[in-house]
């Protein structure tokens, strides 16, 4: 531990080691987090637990630093190198894992002043590499999955449960492009690093996210989460069906429910370069949000349902709705407050459709419309 003396210069103040450490090479130090009075030092080979990995409190009291927890796998969770990535906000400490078929996070909070076990995070599909890199903050939590294209997953703690956000991946994503290889977070601002390059000219590159609250659900995923995909073409992450990109049709939100302000923003990723495609809107979800096979992808709008006008994706596969109750004609007739809207986009995927149907669906997505 080094802190700054009176002179503006940098000294060591302490030397963190643990005093519950198990096996002969814990890798103590793999990861350090520090938020005021408390750090967190991870150790992914400690052997204490239900499985391998621990994390260190140390907490600083009277001028020195002393060990106040020692954070392990609970039993019935499964975790491997527990402690490969820490994160500490107040009195909440997120703990992520290196590797594992059902990757997760585990969140400890410190309730009546002991360090207790709180919850596990998921992503929305099994992603080996999740959690990899970790960032808590307040009620936010977020952990990244960067083997390949990688994406970020961001986690939001209501009512004292923690549910999943939104799920974040690169517009220019493409193999190897590890998004989400570094993560920080300052409020509503997320910082994403991705390393991986094309080539020798591409030195990789940083991308920063405003987290606003999502005004609606994202659903009908072709991860394996719902109904299969029709020729076996599922994606790895919580998008449509793959498409000729070798990935599927990635359909977010963002902006506000507000029938009168009608500034919800439909934002459609990964779809192939410059196609044809259009957007529409249903009054209903289909099998319950799992959707049905058609082209190429899941359909996931039912009951009454309008088309959109004809969009053309731009050269990254990229194109967005804004306003659609004025966009589409006849959606201001069937929203009031309270009532759900499902939007979801169709498209055209002529020279390398998976299945051969030359037409796909992204996910869709779900609004409550409030006044």
């Known amino acids: 531990m080094f802190v700054r003396d009176g002179n503006g210069d940098w000294v060591e103040e302490a030397r963190l080691q643990p005093i519950s450490a198990t096996g002969n090479t814990p890798n103590f130090g793999h990861a350090v987090a520090i938020d005021d009075e408390h750090v967190v030092v991870g150790a992914p080979n400690d052997a204490e637990g239900t499985g391998l990995g621990a994390a260190f409190v140390f907490e600083r009291s009277g001028g020195s630093w002393r060990e106040t927890a020692k954070l392990i796998t609970p039993p019935g969770v499964s975790s491997h190198w527990l402690g490969r990535a820490v994160d500490v906000s107040g009195d909440s400490v997120l703990v992520g894992e290196w590797a594992g078929p059902d990757a997760s996070a585990l969140v400890f ?7 207790t076990f709180t919850a596990e995070l998921h992503p929305p599909s099994p992603q080996p590499s999740f959690a990899r890199r970790v960032v808590i903050e307040g009620d936010r939590a ?56 094309l080539d020798q ?8 996210f405003d987290l606003v609250p999502t005004p609606g659900e994202r659903l009908c995923f072709g991860d394996g989460s719902g109904a299969a995909c029709p020729c076996g073409n599922e994606d790895t992450g919580p998008r449509g069906c793959v498409n000729g990109t070798g990935r599927g049709g990635d359909l977010n939100g963002t902006g506000t429910s507000s029938i009168a302000a009608d500034d919800l923003r439909l934002s459609l990723f990964h779809l192939p370069a410059d196609t044809l495609g259009f957007f529409a809107l249903g009054t209903t979800d289909v099998a319950g949000g799992l959707g049905a096979p058609v082209y190429d992808g899941l359909l996931c709008i ?3 349902v ?20 004025g966009s589409i004609p006849g959606a201001a007739s069937l929203v009031e407050p309270g009532a759900a809207l499902v939007y979801q986009a169709f498209y055209r995927d002529v020279l390398t459709s998976p299945c051969g149907t030359k037409g796909n669906l992204s996910n869709a997505y779900r609004v409550v419309y409030t006044p």
């Open 109 to 115: 909070d410190r309730v009546g002043g002991v360090w």
């Open 142 to 197: 977020v952990a990244s999955s960067f083997l390949g294209e990688g994406e970020v997953h961001v986690f939001e703690r209501q009512a004292g449960a923690w549910v999943l956000e939104q799920s974040l991946t690169a517009s220019d994503s493409h193999p190897g492009h590890a998004f989400g290889s570094a993560i920080d977070l300052d409020g509503d601002r997320l910082a994403v690093g991705a390393y991986g390059s």
């Open 201 to 208: 000219f591409d030195p990789g590159v940083g991308y920063v």
């Open 302 to 304: 039912g009951g009454t």
């Open 306 to 325: 309008l088309r959109g006008p004809v969009f053309q994706a731009d050269a990254a596969g990229f194109t967005e709705l804004v306003g659609p109750l």
